[in-house]
């Protein structure tokens, strides 16, 4: 969606939008789930919408019944008994080997002692252990002897002590196969009880399956919690490991519970995690720890089914974010990741969530020039947008649209609770919307601005204490509106009028004419007038523009002074070859100028010089011309009619002051109500030119005069004296060239 902020972009994708999500089907819930057979991998689950919630209550139920159901089952007579006969058939096997080694000891004088450290074998004589004194006093043929049989033993009492892991093992796992035939049954009853509210979503059914299989040999998690452990530091307690039966959670990534047809989401922060989702962390012990059920959707997730409405220049200045939406729509499935893994020198061991598929819209806004920017430079764009919509900034003038207007007006009077707004205030803004663009056949389309409008009469209206907003209440805000932007402009007017900036409004002056400029300053923008200079001179230089040759002027200015060379070439050097110097400025000019809109008054200057003939200082001048001395269009006509009145008025109208302007602008007129009435009073005169012979006639009274079939001009006539003029400029530098005078100097143009 291309278009400038204001044009309308949000709110015409917002009726679009909602219009045809409210027709689509309300997309699936989407859930995280523990995966019992890879733990890092938690697998993602598709439920119709609503089911979501409605499968985590009845895994917590599950789990909740299960914690009180599988201690009761371990409580009864039946577990009791079995567990006890397993005991003890483990003890008496125990014990008949420990009796049988210790027989097999006695029989090689050998006592068995037990103790905190194991078995020990002691040699025995006359019925009594060894003691120390009794060991050594032994000569070295019975030590050997009873050394060698002690080894024996040993070896004995290895094996015996393997036989009696094994019998413990085999016992653990008859008990842990008794207690998983104890729990079947209650665990077998309440997971089938929530088959059967899912018994149509196979994917559920799998995962329960799962859980009864993962229940049973875990059922040690169901029993009595531990308590606490003691820090080996007084006052200091072990926190509780972490819940092991949090496994058995729910995680429920999108909810569509309450959604009525398709999603639509509006992203105002477009990060990476925030368009992909992330996973978050908890602080255990100085470290950093997650699990699945701390898996947080992003807007591709809650989009997912519907639409997802984004700024472009949002998504780009997000690191990453792109690249993430970009792969996502290519292959139609968010795959959740850590930004930061691509930065890192080693990898860390983390949670890879199984990928979601998505089915999404995407809208993007975005500037038209933005919008290029990513069909030429971005080669998978144009694949992934293959629709767009270009909003522009005007629209016709015509009934449809003012009634367009009227119901916006309405629409956000209704919205915003302000009052009322009469026809007249409706007029009035309408024609505000036709000033915005500067033409009298269009309208604005920066509805933000007219929104502002409204709002600032209508406070205006209520400061009036009137139940109506009417044309005055609009006019007093649009007039508000300037003074608090204006200062600038209001500075600049004094100086002209104190005499600190030269601008004449009456009299005539030879080679010194008034003209326009427009400053612009971010929300407004207005008229300054500049007195523009020329001075003729024998030379080979041509048109020296001192603002280009000092660098103050722009490239499309210094077009128009090269635009000036040409006309010059075609209209006066047909016989005769240009040879003149003519130094041409914009006085009291400390910034930059840039732009064509100055080209025609250059013209008129430089003529006028040429032709020693003055021109009305009571006239200001815009337009743009080109090599054939047609003048051209322009903007901000209305700033620069409004800025020369000002000036007018401040130094005093006298009926003859004007403005004269491109004849193809006259369609862009939009002027304030000040100066429509002064020159309907004929205070004030407002030119329409087409022609650089029509506007220098006006300038100075004499007429342009039309080339005769022989090249020259009629006698009298202002291109008579120019031609004559430059005639005598190329003849004195022949002469002076002749004597040796015009050495060094540039070749003719």
């Known amino acids: 969606m291309a278009g400038e902020p204001g044009t309308g972009r949000k709110t015409s994708i917002k009726i679009a939008v909602n219009r045809t999500a409210a027709e689509r089907p309300t997309p699936e819930d989407w859930c995280y789930v523990h995966n019992f057979a890879q733990p890092d991998s938690p697998r993602a689950l598709r439920l119709p919408a609503g089911m979501g919630c409605e499968f985590k209550r009845a895994v917590e139920d599950l789990v909740e019944e299960l914690k009180d159901e599988i201690p009761k089952a371990f409580e009864g007579p039946v577990y009791e008994e079995r567990r006890a006969h397993l005991v003890k058939d483990l003890s008496e096997k125990r014990d008949e080997l420990f009796n049988a080694f210790k027989a097999e000891a006695e029989d090689r004088g050998f006592t068995v002692e037990q103790s905190g450290g194991g078995i020990m074998t002691l040699p025995v004589k006359d019925g009594k252990p060894m003691s120390s004194q009794e060991w050594e006093d032994l000569n070295e043929e019975d030590r050997s002897d009873l050394e060698q049989k002690q080894e024996d033993l040993q070896k004995v009492m290895r094996d015996i002590t393997r036989q009696v892991r094994d019998l413990e093992k085999s016992a653990k796992q008859k008990l842990r196969d008794l207690e998983r035939i104890i729990a079947a049954m209650p665990v077998t009853h309440a997971i089938d009880e929530v088959k059967e509210a899912f018994e149509n979503h196979k994917p559920v059914i799998d995962y329960l399956e799962d859980l009864k299989e993962d229940v049973l040999t875990h059922l040690e998690d169901f029993k009595d919690e531990e308590e606490e452990q003691q820090m080996p530091f007084p006052g200091m307690k072990m926190p509780r490991e972490t819940d092991t039966l949090l496994r058995y959670g729910v995680n429920v990534l999108v909810d569509n519970c309450g959604q009525e047809g398709a999603p639509v989401i509006w992203e105002s922060n477009p990060s990476f995690y925030n368009l992909v989702g992330r996973m978050e962390y908890r602080a255990s012990m100085g470290t950093m720890t997650t699990d699945y059920t701390m898996i947080k959707g992003g807007a591709l997730h809650q989009a997912n089914g519907g639409y997802l409405v984004v700024q472009a220049l949002d998504v780009l200045r997000n690191p990453g974010a792109w690249e993430a939406l970009k792969r996502s729509l290519q292959t139609h499935e968010i795959r959740l990741e850590d930004l930061n893994d691509q930065f890192r020198m080693v990898q860390t061991q983390g949670l890879k969530p199984e990928a979601v598929p998505i089915d999404v819209k995407v809208i993007m806004i975005g500037s038209p020039r933005l919008g290029m920017l990513l069909y030429d430079q971005e080669e998978d764009f144009s694949k992934l947008f293959k629709v767009k919509a270009d909003f522009g900034l005007i629209m016709d003038h015509d009934d449809h649209t003012v009634q367009a207007y009227a119901g916006f007006i309405t629409s956000l009077a209704r919205e915003e609770n302000l009052l009322p707004f009469h026809r007249s ?325």
């Open 425 to 749: 205030a409706m007029a009035r803004i309408v024609e505000h919307g036709g000033r915005i663009v500067a033409d009298q056949g269009k309208l604005s389309t920066r509805f933000v601005e007219i929104a502002d409008l409204l709002r600032e009469a209508d406070y205006w209206a209520q400061q009036n204490d009137s139940d109506i907003v009417t044309s005055e209440h609009v006019v007093q805000a649009i007039g508000e509106k300037v003074y608090r932007s204006n200062r600038i402009e209001e500075r600049l007017q004094e100086m002209i009028t104190e005499g600190t900036v030269l601008v004449d409004t009456e009299g005539s002056m030879e080679g010194q004419i008034n003209g326009l400029a427009v400053l612009g300053f971010g929300d407004y923008d207005f008229g300054k007038p500049s007195r523009l200079t020329a001075r003729v001179y024998a030379g080979k230089a041509g048109i020296i523009q001192i603002d280009r040759d000092t660098e103050l002027a722009g490239n499309l200015h210094n077009k128009g002074v090269l635009i000036l060379q040409g006309f010059f070439a075609s209209r006066y050097a047909s016989k005769t070859p240009l040879s003149f110097s003519a130094s041409l400025t914009f006085e009291q000019l400390y910034g930059g100028i840039d732009g064509d809109s100055a080209s025609s008054t250059e013209l008129y200057c430089l003529l006028s010089a040429l032709a020693r003939v003055p021109l009305r200082q009571d006239l200001a001048v815009t337009g743009s011309v080109n090599q054939l001395g047609e003048v051209q269009a322009i903007g901000g006509v209305n700033q620069k009619i409004e800025g020369w009145f000002h000036t007018c008025r401040l130094k005093g109208l006298t009926g003859t002051q004007g403005v004269m302007i491109p004849a193809s602008n006259v369609r862009n007129l939009q002027l304030k109500d000040e100066v429509i009435e002064a020159v309907e009073a004929g205070q004030f005169s407002i030119y329409p030119i087409e022609h650089i012979d029509q506007g220098i006639a006006l300038l100075t009274g004499i007429e342009a005069g039309e080339q005769l079939e022989d090249g020259t001009w009629p006698e009298g006539s202002l291109n008579h004296r120019v031609a004559e003029h430059l005639e005598f400029l190329f003849r004195s530098m022949k002469e002076a060239s002749g004597n040796g005078n015009g050495k060094g100097m540039l070749s003719d143009i």
